[in-house]
């Protein structure tokens, strides 16, 4: 059997403080007193530590984000990879591959299907002589659903005049307008959601968000940088293209 070590360790984990690596080895350090001894002190000790953990790590986490982002200062190229991967817009679900929409929606079911059933065994096994069963309520539904009910002009007015009255600059009709002249949208809008329902296509110009991003930082805030006048630009939305045309 081979051995050796690996040279820069996990690149997903370069980002870490040291802080942060001192929490995890803390964590698994008292993981293994839990699962050795058994004791309850033990688990509660383990359970506080992961809570400090998981706080260092998304701490470290957004402070290497945001320093990313810094240091691309005006390199265009350098700012947008900072925000894909912030955004996670370079990573692919194994789901997404579907060739079309039924098996993107069956393969998207079955996924958490399966993960509700992984929970239900790990559930079981945890409880394994226990004499409460929580699952014991638990009833499946027979029902299955084949098709959307129609869009009606009530609901759409309903839903009109509950939305704040906000506009984006994509928006071609002001939502005043919308929320004024609800009665006369509410047909056109109810007819065009059952044409999307029917044919499982959504306007491709509706694909589209404005997005401003809010800096914690006042330095930030308070100047001129790239990456806010860059990002408050259109962009797609990659999710909605992986089951609607």
């Given amino acids: 059997m081979r ?43 383990y359970r506080a530590a992961c809570h400090q953990a998981n706080i260092l790590i998304n701490r470290s986490r957004n402070r ?10 005006n390199n265009s190229r350098h700012v947008w990879s900072a925000v894909k991967d912030l955004l996670h817009s370079n990573h692919h679900d194994i789901v997404s591959t579907a060739v079309d929409d039924n098996s993107f929606c069956a393969a998207l079911a079955g996924f958490f ?9 790990a559930i079981s096994t945890a409880l394994v002589g226990d004499s409460f069963d929580p699952l014991s309520s638990d009833i499946q539904s027979v029902s299955s659903l084949c098709q959307f009910d129609p869009v009606t002009e009530n609901e759409v007015a309903i839903l009109l005049r509950q939305m704040p009255s906000k506009s984006s600059p994509l928006d071609f009709i002001p939502t005043s307008l919308l929320k004024s002249c609800s009665g006369t949208f509410a047909h056109i809008i109810a ?12 306007p491709q110009k509706f694909k589209l968000a404005q997005v401003t991003p809010l800096l914690k930082k006042p330095v930030l805030t308070s100047m001129s940088h790239p990456v806010i006048d860059q990002f408050q630009t259109s962009i797609p939305l990659a999710k909605f293209s992986n089951g609607w045309h």
């Fill in 3 to 45: 051995r050796g070590t690996r040279n820069g360790g996990r690149k997903g984990a370069r980002w870490l403080e040291r802080e942060a690596i001192e929490a995890k080895k803390h964590r698994r350090q008292l993981e293994r007193r839990w699962k050795k001894f058994g004791c309850e002190c033990d688990r509660v000790a």
């Fill in 64 to 73: 290497h984000r945001i320093q990313r982002i810094v240091e691309a200062g």
């Fill in 113 to 121: 299907v399966a993960k509700v059933k992984n929970i239900k065994s």
């Fill in 191 to 202: 007819h065009l959601a059952n044409l999307s329902f029917v044919h499982s296509t959504f």
